[in-house]
């Protein structure tokens, strides 16, 4: 009790950006323990507010609708993947990008299961319908084939990626691996030994991609 007492003390030195702030994160949390739980279509803004704390009417007053917490979280989410994948792509270019990428996907299904999970039982069942999820959604897999056709061309352009490579289709194949693993992963997670499906990914990406001459060449000299 008294630590309720003390966060509750706490709380009421917050100003009103720090309380909507962590408003924001408990029912965000909630949201992505309803999720996992029953899926996007059972779970209500009443529920999430009552599993962060809060009274049933405060996650509608916050967010107007279901639809517009779900996009909130999208973005959320949106931004702590991306910081994620900085820390591993930061300064890298070529194949090199294309590696770390891969391995920060990899480490994020470890670190960020349950919001991983969330996340993409949101994105598959917004699928069905025309919506701003879905909209969206389709921007950011613009930006993902464009992130790795960039990583690829960098790599013809320093003459470690084959001259002959279709950039825009290798990156097109490497999204589809992220998305299908991940999809398999959600199915049956226990299935899959992550870093033995990464590893070789990874390897048979870099053989298939690589510019055997720069290897002679480095060689020679």
């Known amino acids: 009790m008294n630590d309720t007492k003390g ?7 917050m ?9 924001d994160r408990r029912m965000f949390k909630a949201a992505i323990e309803l999720i996992n739980e029953r899926g996007t279509q059972k779970t209500t803004l009443k529920e999430i507010g009552e599993r962060a704390g809060y009274s049933r009417g405060l996650a509608n007053y916050r967010f107007g609708s279901k639809d517009g917490l779900m996009m909130e979280l999208f ?4 931004s702590v993947w991306k910081e994620h994948l900085e820390n591993y792509v930061a300064g890298r270019q070529g194949l090199d990008a294309l590696q770390q990428a891969a391995c920060a996907l990899r480490d994020f299904l470890k670190k960020e299961s349950s919001y991983m999970r969330a996340m993409y039982l949101l994105w598959y069942e917004c699928l069905g319908h025309d919506t701003e999820m879905r909209r ?3 921007q950011h897999h613009d930006v993902y084939r ?3 056709r960039r990583w690829i061309e960098q790599g013809i352009a320093s003459g470690a990626v084959r001259p ?7 990156a097109t194949h490497y999204c589809a691996f992220v998305f299908g693993i991940v999809y398999q992963w959600l199915v049956n997670a226990e299935a899959l030994d992550l870093d033995a ?3 070789s990914y990874i390897d048979s990406t870099i053989a298939n991609l690589a510019n055997p001459n720069q290897f002679e060449e480095t060689a020679d000299e």
Do not use: H, K
Not at 7 to 13: D, T, V
Not at 15 to 23: G, I, N
């Open 7 to 13: 966060g509750s003390r706490a709380e009421g030195r």
């Open 15 to 23: 100003t009103q950006a720090e309380r909507t702030a962590l408003s």
């Open 75 to 78: 973005e959320q989410f949106d």
């Open 136 to 138: 969206a959604l389709a």
């Open 146 to 148: 464009a992130d790795a």
């Open 164 to 170: 002959e490579v279709d950039a825009a289709q290798a």
């Open 197 to 199: 499906v990464f590893d």
